[in-house]
């Protein structure tokens, strides 16, 4: 299968090394003219994911249309605020019919939208846009490590040909036509991650931690049903999978936010030193608000609000959380 990837960040890359390396052709671009010229220099991502070279089945191109020639997926990995000035370039290059996944996670900033309603915004007539989510970090695909993701899609037919075409011993890959539930989880879970790296830093233990990832898992689930979702899909994959990795792994973006603000650290500082997008932050307020707008409880996600716009110190966020009133679960 030929195969565009756009988005050069850790991730893209990762996904578009493994792609090659299973017997697809694979075209990669971004839009940064000099990180373009890098990668095509040194066949390898050394700022966003170094030590993985790249094979002669991946190619670096600086035109987005020779990119897109004959491509038969596109995967937009951009940051999410990149997703919609993405999927608009696609209309531009001839190939607004191409099918297309979106591999970030988010609600957009403005339009509280999922990654794959702002995809279906952009191109009302394709009739085979998803999403691809689930536990994963990009240095361990990358390093052809075992995954099991969830690609999903309303289009029920295009999902099984898809993951038909694409599944490998390394990334196992599940279909679901529950688009909602699978891009719910892989926003929300970013939030709840920066709530147990905040945890974590003040060395509140394990048993917090726990509490938090279950409560978070809880968080998730009602505004996932409110939206529309199914409940079992916060059971797998995308769902408790994703939070579980998000919030336990050593890897995870989000947890190291909780982490450097634990350490009292201004949050642009925190981002600055991780050096790669941290979806959850700029999730928190869209999250929030979709929240009031389905009338649903979301303790962690309103006390992290409370925190970044400094209303509240981290001690104080966590000690809110472990001591709110008793109720029935």
């Known amino acids: 299968m030929k195969i565009t990837v756009i988005g050069a960040g850790s991730w893209g890359t990762a996904l578009a090394l493994h792609f090659a390396h299973h017997n697809n052709e694979v075209a990669l671009w971004t839009r940064n003219p000099d990180q373009i010229r890098t990668l095509q220099a040194d066949r390898e991502n050394k700022r966003g994911l170094p ?10 191109h600086a035109d987005l249309g020779e990119a897109l020639k004959d491509s038969q997926l596109a995967l937009i990995v951009t940051s999410v605020a990149g ?5 608009e370039l696609l209309k531009q290059h001839d190939a607004a019919d191409i099918p297309v996944l979106a591999a970030c996670k988010g609600f957009e900033q403005d339009t509280g939208l999922l990654t794959f309603q702002v995809l279906k915004e952009v191109l009302p007539n394709n009739k085979k846009i998803g999403v691809l989510s ?11 490590l075992p995954c099991a993701i969830v690609l999903a899609s309303e289009n029920k037919d295009w999902v099984e040909e898809t993951t038909a075409q694409l599944n490998t011993n390394v990334m196992r890959l599940y279909g679901s036509t529950d688009v909602i539930g699978v891009a719910v989880g892989g926003a929300v879970k970013n939030i709840m991650a920066i709530a147990t790296g905040l945890s974590d830093g003040l060395e509140y233990g394990l048993n917090a931690r726990a509490a938090l990832v279950t409560r978070g898992l809880a968080e998730i689930t009602r505004l996932a049903i409110a939206m529309g979702a199914q409940p079992k899909t916060m059971m797998g994959l995308a769902g408790i999978g994703d939070l579980i990795l998000t919030c336990t792994g050593a890897l995870s973006r989000n947890r190291r936010v909780g982490l450097g603000l634990a350490e009292g650290k201004e949050l642009h500082q925190v981002l600055v030193e991780i050096g790669h997008v941290s979806e959850g932050v700029s999730t928190i307020e869209e999250v929030f608000n ?9 303790p962690i996600t309103q006390t992290l609000l409370q925190l970044i716009r400094k209303e509240m110190t981290p001690q104080q966020v966590v000690e809110r959380l472990m001591e709110r009133s008793a109720r029935f679960e």
């Open 51 to 60: 030590g993985f070279p790249f094979p002669e089945s991946l190619t670096v």
């Open 83 to 87: 997703l919609r000035s993405s999927a």
């Open 134 to 144: 689930g536990p994963s970090f990009a240095q361990e695909l990358a390093a052809q």
């Open 290 to 298: 979709t929240a009031a707008k389905y009338q649903i409880d979301m």
